[in-house]
């Protein structure tokens, strides 16, 4: 039977299955009697065995058949979880993992596992892995190095087998060459490409471990495998490739033994099971065949309810935004025709074509929306490693993470939440006997929460540790020059948090590879406003600190309020926008040197637009004033303007890498009319 049409479904369901071990392992963790958890992780451990057997992956059946041995003996209450049989296991999860990416990136699915599976042999005989002479975690850390420092390709495919094979004939050599970089290379995939421009003048090129995209991705420790044919010398190749710089070591071997090795074995293999075959009783190889019909038949069905979805590369999504966008702006050219002509007809067709196109853009942009669970997967195995690390007791609490974001903002998101959750778990979580002496318990929480409201999504990081010393940071902020003695005087407890996200800043004692060697959160901060976002941050001393971060749900299409300052028209962000006023000249009140108002019981400074952007005084030759109130946080301004033009849906351009230090411009669009409008960052206006 042909595998192939099966093989997209068999990735996502062993991811899938590998995702639910994680996560059952995890709770196994804190519960280590319940064995209906045991059981949900035997089930997702036995179908991928079988999944795998089916599709051909021997060494994937049998590392699971091996874990689930163990797993069957903890079920069956003949064997007790302790932290040395979990290490064993999620380490067993890891090289099925690594086993599955490499057969979705092309691969075989090949990993030396021998040493996990002679600790998991060890547990099922009843052996006490804490009185080795190392522990599991470090046999297992050892294992992988080791696994890292010995890259060889241990297989071709029939196409590559062929071209080295024809290659033979017509007098070139193939050889397998092992190159080393050094420990501290900074730049590996410019090392990569210039050993490849190399190989590529000499001969060609047949294989990498890893793949070429991992290696451009720098997806790899400091050694990768190249296999090349060519009519030079080895040892000339060898003193082309050791002439790049930040190269360590070259190791060059003649491939054509091991592929004559290889295809005995397969052979071999073969003809050993052939003759396996002929000894099985005839009953025997008719349940066999019924079982293998019994699983094709799941696959079809998996694959025929799988056909109901397809899967698009980001980047055609990205052309059909662009295409949309251009939409939007002849949209509006149209509507503004519109207007002038007066024409019942022309009015009913773009009307329609505005709600055509409206639904159109919803559609667009829900295709490019992804759960951030996507995401938030990856941090309970992290935070259980760290807390490991820092001899703490985390307990993780995610919520909401069904939650959709832009594809876009998603794949930026990772590292900002990385970070905050090491800082939360590094600073603010205390040890578990500090916990115990002010009254908590010794297990510390930290929650990551995700939720929409409104044009934007929050995603919070919560815990309850020791929260943030207002006195160390005005200190170290001093001290870094950061802010003057007297300023510091007069900031409020939010503003003195805030200034933990300022460039350099770190309260670390000592630099941690936990909390990002002394890396302030000032990095957090920038990712997250290029994304057209925000970090606040509220805490409380001794009780714990929340970080809220602030995202757009898209970037491309934001809806706006138009104005007019002295003949040119500004876009305001709805999202920002609290409510629009128009009040008498009289209104304005003076407090501290500035001119502010009373909106509703507060008095919110007045920011005049004719000013930031160098105009002429916009109050001179009128008795009424236009406002737009808007929000950052719990802060408020009122933007002064000359008049109102109307609410529209936008494209937002950039203003490209020579304007992009403009104050209080976050980009611009081109309207219906065909002028440009800029937006105005209120944000920046606020601060």
Known sequence: MEMNQYLEVFIEESKEHLQACNEKLLELEKNPSDISIVN???????????????????????????????????????????????????????????????????????????????????????????????????????????????QMIKDYDDFEYTVIHQSKEQGFSAYELTITLRQDCLLKAARVFMV??????????????????????????????????????????????????????????????????QTQNQSESSSQKNDESANVPSSNIQKVQEQEIKTASKQVAAASTSSKTIRVNIERLDILMNLFEELVIDRGRLESI????????????????????????????????????????????????????????????????????????????????????????????????????????????????????????????????????????LNKAIDRGIVTPQVASTLTDKQVYELILASGFSTADKISDISGRGVGLDVVKSTIESLGGTVDIDAQEGKGSLFSIQLPLTLSIISVMLVELQNEKYAIPLS???????????????????????????????????????????????????????????????????????????????????????????????LGDGQVALIVDCNSLIK
């Open 338 to 473: 519109s207007k002038e002509l007066n024409n019942n007809e022309l009015d009913e067709t773009v009307e329609r074509m505005s709600r055509i196109s409206g639904d159109l853009q919803n559609i667009i942009l829900n295709m490019r929306m992804v759960p951030v669970e996507t995401v938030f997967n990856r941090f309970p195995r992290m935070i259980r490693q760290l807390a490991k690390d820092l001899n703490k007791k985390i307990n993780l609490e995610i919520i909401g993470a069904e939650t959709e974001l832009d594809r876009t903002v998603i794949d930026e998101i990772g590292d900002p939440l990385v970070h905050l959750l090491r800082n939360a778990i590094d600073h603010g979580v205390e040890m578990p006997d500090v916990r115990m002496k002010n009254g908590k318990p010794e297990e510390g929480n930290v929650v990551l929460r995700a939720y929409h409201s409104g044009n934007h999504v929050f995603i919070e990081i919560e815990d309850d540790g020791a929260g943030i010393s207002r006195e160390r940071v």
């Open 40 to 150: 949900d992780i035997f089930r997702s451990a036995h179908t991928l065995k079988g999944m795998s057997a089916t599709m051909g992956y021997e060494d994937l059946a049998s590392l699971t058949h091996q874990m689930e041995n163990v797993l069957d003996l903890i079920r069956n209450e003949k064997l007790s979880v302790n932290a040395d049989i979990l290490d064993v296991v999620f380490a067993s999860v890891d090289d099925l993992e690594e086993m599955v990416f490499s057969i979705a990136e092309g691969g075989d699915g090949k990993k030396d596992v021998s040493k996990v599976v002679e600790l998991l042999k060890k547990i099922e005989k009843g052996e006490d892995l804490s009185s080795q002479t190392e522990t599991a975690s470090e046999a297992v850390e050892k294992t992988n190095q080791v696994n890292e420092s010995t």
């Open 196 to 261: 490849f421009e190399i190989l590529e003048q000499s001969g060609e090129v047949i294989k990498s471990i890893p793949s070429v995209d991992l290696l451009e991705e720098e997806k790899f420790d400091s050694q990768f495998t190249v296999a090349f044919v060519t009519k030079e010398a080895a040892e000339d190749i060898k003193n082309k490739v050791m002439k790049v710089s930040e190269i360590e070591d070259v190791q060059v071997h003649i491939i054509d033994s091991s592929i004559s090795n």
């Open 576 to 670: 920002s926008i609290i409510e629009t006023a128009v009040i008498k000249k009289e209104e304005i009140l003076h407090a501290h040197n500035q001119k502010v108002i009373d909106f509703r019981g507060k008095i919110v400074p007045l920011v005049f637009l004719s000013e930031v952007f160098e105009m002429e005084d916009q109050l001179k030759n009128d008795d009424f004033v236009s406002l737009i109130i808007v929000r950052k946080g719990e802060k408020m301004a009122a933007l002064v303007v000359d008049s109102f033009i109307g609410q529209q849906e936008i494209v937002l351009k950039s203003l490209g890498n020579y304007l992009n230090a403009v104050f209080a411009i976050s980009g611009a669009t081109i």
